[in-house]
């Protein structure tokens, strides 16, 4: 089974939740900076964040299928429960935006985060154990130290979030800034085995 | 006429479905466990029951459309009657969710989940009329068993719905489960044909 | 300049449009059949009626690109002034909707429908002064007396809904049933030229 | 790495944009013309004004794009960037309609348009240090006149505001009719090198 087909169903899905969370900010009422400093404010910021973790799951995902030549119908699901976590962001920042980042929110976000991170562990699992694209993906992916780091900073998070919501947000900020720095590894792949591209 | 265009059309407006849905949620207005549960709860539920179908629906109508590399205009239009159906979901699943599982809503919903059924069935029966596909098809699906058991267990749930709504959503969670177990017909045949896998 | 992303951004536009839609629907407040029909009767009836004109511009779009193999600047220009138009159904859809068929609001509705069709007229006009593309798509369109004939039932409708506004949607139900109609042009044409289909 | 998996990426968050801006109008809630002008009468000019950006920005993405066979990672990040400020555009166009062009959010629109044309001109840059695309775009793009001056009139656009609203919005429609002039560069650069077109 070919990936293009899956690649362009999680892009639209990943290209949708990335834009509709946009409508869930409150747009100020009145027409001054300092309404749009405390109406949206706090929205404006978790808006970014979740932006840049949508960001960084479209970017690890099209690494990795790039990898991927050909798929089974398991991975299909594993790829189906991760955009479910995923679609829930819109949600969960909602919340966190509306309380203005309260307790229970800011857990739930984290547990939000921290299950989309397991269902792309999982994925991962699955799609290293296809026949041709497995070996090739466990070469490229390594150790994967963030991949296995990430959860235990978002538990972390969660627990931050006990002695004061606001503090909790610093490991997800770590998280996604941890991310963003650029990973090679794919692209090093690649460049060593220029007959993967086409 | 090729199929990818459709593929693309039916992955976006598959791929929308899914996340506006999470749209219809409602955030809860407090900031506690409880009301999670007491404003989301039932939403957070119908949601996970219809992102389950329109994921089995993607991934039956991806592999439909792996068979075939020729359609007719009538396919085109058998697919939009078939996404008209998916394109309630979000609708009937909100009115599912506001009333906290009334009756009416859950006949409603189930009626829609029926209409959609059948909707594919009319597709799949339009496919396997085209010239080369046809055959193909026919070969893979078979006999077809759960897509011929299917509308009656959508039937149960609605009968069921009079005596308790709540039981009512049992058959449609059944039908869910059944369609997840796995279905390696169409990945079968590829691998017993791999001429057709390019 | 060639036609795939132009047909993918498209794609995604109507995708969009067709699904954005059923937002606009409103969720019956409480749980009767009575209410889905006094709340949602005529919201439901307007979306199947925009519905059907989305997937009749995708269905035509399609078939006119698919003769097409190279466009210029113009056409892209002319395509997304055609989205344009799309793009404003479901504001006009959802005030015909929510005024419960009023007056103002059907020839609002009607001139939307006009200039959608004037801009496909349009984007038509651009595709067929390409110089290999062209002259391949004037064969194929013929006389075009659907295309003609559409902008006046459009203005019959505007027309008849100054006597009583339900009656001016009967020519705007009139010209989507027109247009249901199997066209069998392209598909003939490229069954006549089969080295286009590749 | 290839270019297709960012360019129907970003297809779809641009399809979504264009589209879910028209979510966010009024729509009228009686029934005459002269509710449409008062109710949706800015929302629908704002409209026009953010639709014909998004599509100024599809249509040049989508050139700069044919030039390019080949990306690397700071490309995907420089390309989410833009995006971002992108996606924004529903949310500070529905703040200057929903004041009906107030000061601050003529500023804040202003800063947007501003912040997207800096993070189109950044990933400009970051294309143009790629090895084979590179020079080739620098070739296409020249002196980049429109590029270079838009940002100045977003300036006076928004200096003009502090004078009056309203007039800061020239300045923005002049930037949108400039950009909307037909721009040949890409089209006949391709021309003269065909060898580029498959």
Redesign the interface.
Known sequence: ??TS?????S??????????M????H???????S??WHD?GVGLLTY?LS?VYI?IY??NH?HMF?IADYI???V??AN?HL??WL??Y??TT??LD??KV????TI?YGVNLLAAAVAYYVLQLRMMRIPVTGPRLRDVVGNDLKGKLSPFIYLLGILLAFVEPWLGLIPFVVVALMW?V???RV?RY?AAHQEL?D
């Open positions: 089974m070919s087909r899956l690649e362009a169903f892009d639209g899905v990943l290209a949708i939740i990335i834009t509709v946009v409508l869930e900010l747009v100020p009422e009145q027409d001054h900076f309404d749009l949206s970014v932006f960001g479209w970017n099209h790039q089974d119908g398991s299909l699901w189906l955009l479910f679609s829930l819109p949600f909602a919340w509306e309380t309260a307790l229970t929110p739930v963003l650029p990973d090679r692209e690649l591209t």
